[in-house]
């Protein structure tokens, strides 16, 4: 009697058996089998993975290979078109060099007194 008392009646080891264990082995599979491999993986491999999949190759054509390669390859014939034109200016010649600052200056005086010669100063 002493030592089922020292024990707790075995209510203890009792309580482990019947309740505990029982619901921790549910609990693991509900967590493990259902929740991990099913829910989980089911989830993230068909609807996360596979939508952004198929968004992408939706979207693939029209916005990466129309819109923003356009824009890219738009820019790069728009920079080749300029410095094409603008390469016949650079000639080499310091006398070329110093006519182009001469109509510099020119320019930058007639833009500072042409608002005084608007306002009849």
Same mark, same amino acid.
Do not use: C
């Given at each position: 009697?002493?030592?089922?008392?020292? +024990?707790? !009646?075995? !209510?203890?080891?009792?309580?482990?058996?019947?309740? !505990?264990? &029982?619901?921790?082995?549910?609990?693991?599979?509900?967590?493990?089998?259902?929740?991990?491999?099913?829910? +989980?993986?089911?989830?993230? =491999?068909?609807?996360?993975?596979?939508?952004? =999949? %198929?968004?992408?190759?939706?979207?693939? =054509? &029209?916005?990466?290979?129309?819109?923003?390669?356009?824009?890219?390859?738009?820019?790069?014939?728009?920079?080749? !078109?300029?410095?094409?034109?603008?390469?016949?200016?650079? *000639? %080499?010649?310091?006398? *070329?060099?110093?006519?182009?600052?001469?109509?510099?200056?020119?320019?930058?005086?007639?833009?500072?007194?042409?608002?005084?010669?608007?306002?009849?100063?």
């Amino acid at each position: 009697m002493w030592v089922a008392a020292n +024990h707790r !009646l075995y !209510l203890d080891d009792l309580y482990r058996i019947v309740f !505990l264990q &029982p619901y921790q082995r549910i609990g693991k599979f509900l967590a493990e089998v259902l929740d991990w491999r099913l829910l +989980h993986d089911y989830f993230h =491999n068909n609807v996360i993975f596979k939508g952004f =999949n %198929g968004i992408g190759d939706i979207l693939r =054509n &029209p916005v990466d290979l129309g819109l923003i390669d356009g824009i890219v390859n738009g820019v790069g014939k728009v920079i080749a !078109l300029l410095s094409g034109r603008s390469r016949g200016i650079q *000639t %080499g010649y310091v006398r *070329t060099y110093a006519i182009a600052l001469l109509f510099g200056v020119v320019l930058v005086i007639f833009l500072m007194i042409a608002p005084l010669l608007m306002n009849g100063a």
